[in-house]
Structures are given as C-alpha cells and as structure tokens.
C-alpha cells in the first residue's frame, strides 16, 4: 500500500513538472504587441494560448492586423503581428505542424495550395513583424520585455531578384535581401543592425 502511495505522489509531481505555464491573457496582449507597429496596437486581433495550452483567439481585432503570442513550450520569447491577408497562410502552417508534418512537408503541401489557388496568397507584399528575445529578459506577470530584437519580412509568392532590385543573400546589416527567390514562399527580410552595447 505505501509503494502505491509513493507512485502516486511521484506520478502527479511528474506531470505537474510537465505541465506549462501560461501567463495571463493581459500578459499574453502586451508581449504580442511589442511586434504590432503603435498604429495598429489599439484594434489588433491577438490569437494566444489558454490555461490547457490550446492557441485561441484572446483578443478580437478591426484593423487587419494578427499578432501571435509567445508559444509557451518554446524556450526563447518569439511573437509576432502580421497582415489579415497572410492569416489564411500562417493559420495552416500551424495545422501542419500540429499534423505532425515535418518542414519539407509543411513547404511542399503549402506550396502545392498556393500554386492551385486553394490558398490564396496576397497579390502585393504583406508585412510581419517579428519580435524576438531571450527567456530572462520577459517579465512573465506583466508580459514587459527587455533587450528585445526585431525583423520586417514582406510576403509575397515567387518574387524574383530581376523584379525588385534586391540581393538574394544578406548582405550589410539592416539591408533588405530577397529570401526564397522565385518560389511559393518568397520574402523580402529586413533585420537592423544590433544596437551597440558599448555606446
């Protein structure tokens, strides 16, 4: 009877040790909207993660502006805003993942809904704004970050080199490069230059 006991109270401390941690819904809003440019703040829609670590819609939007809370089962901060245009894109990349597809898959299946039109992609560039940054430096109660980083990537498929003017491999920090030229998921990224610590 005590052995029975003893793997009880060792198997509830396991899955408790495995379960997540979720920071509040407020907390959730205000890291998400480190990468929504002030214009859009106000009405962005925020998708987040509840208490049993499903992602959810925490915030209703009017503005065509998505953010994306931190994925709490990730170790770095990583959150995101981006067009309503792209919603249709990212939104089944997620299912792939949670599909169990692997990268190659998920490229390859996405590219095949776009070059058939089952998933319509913008005709112009669409924006997102990424935010990134290390664990310790987020405040899990207030959803505040410190020494926070962040890239512009414009969407639009098959981009070429000859049609914008720009390089296919980065080059000077804070340049614009073309990143996937000609194919289904071209982008142009944009990451400043880090700032100078020592200045």
């Given amino acids: ?11 509830c401390f396991a899955s408790a040790l495995g379960q997540t941690k979720i920071p509040t819904v407020e907390s959730q809003i205000k890291t998400a909207l480190y990468a929504c440019p002030e214009m859009y703040q106000e009405g962005a829609k925020v998708l987040g993660y509840n208490q049993e670590g499903n992602l959810i819609t925490i915030r209703e939007g009017n503005n065509g502006m998505v953010c994306l809370a931190d994925d709490p089962n990730k170790e770095r901060i990583s959150v995101s805003c981006y ?7 990212m939104a089944r990349g997620r299912e792939f993942i949670a599909e169990g597809k692997t990268e190659a898959e998920k490229r390859e299946l996405r590219k095949k809904e776009i070059d058939s039109e089952a998933l319509l992609m913008p005709k112009e560039p669409a ?14 109660e ?5 020494n926070s980083r962040i890239r512009y990537v414009l969407y639009r498929p098959y981009m070429t080199a000859e049609e914008t003017g720009l390089p296919t491999q980065p080059g000077l920090p804070g340049m614009p490069w073309l990143m996937d030229a000609n ?3 071209s982008h142009i990224m944009i990451t400043p230059a880090a700032e100078n610590k020592n200045n």
């Avoid at 009877?1 to 198997?11: A, E, G, Q």
């Avoid at 067009?83 to 894109?89: G, M, N, V, W």
């Avoid at 924006?127 to 899990?140: G, L, N, P, R, W």
């Fill in 1 to 11: 009877m005590k052995n029975v006991f003893l793997l009880s109270t060792l198997i």
């Fill in 83 to 89: 067009s309503d245009k792209l919603e249709a894109y």
């Fill in 127 to 140: 924006a997102v704004y990424v935010v990134t940054a290390k664990q310790e430096d987020h405040d899990f």
């Fill in 142 to 146: 207030s959803g505040e970050l410190k």
């Fill in 183 to 185: 194919t289904h998921r």
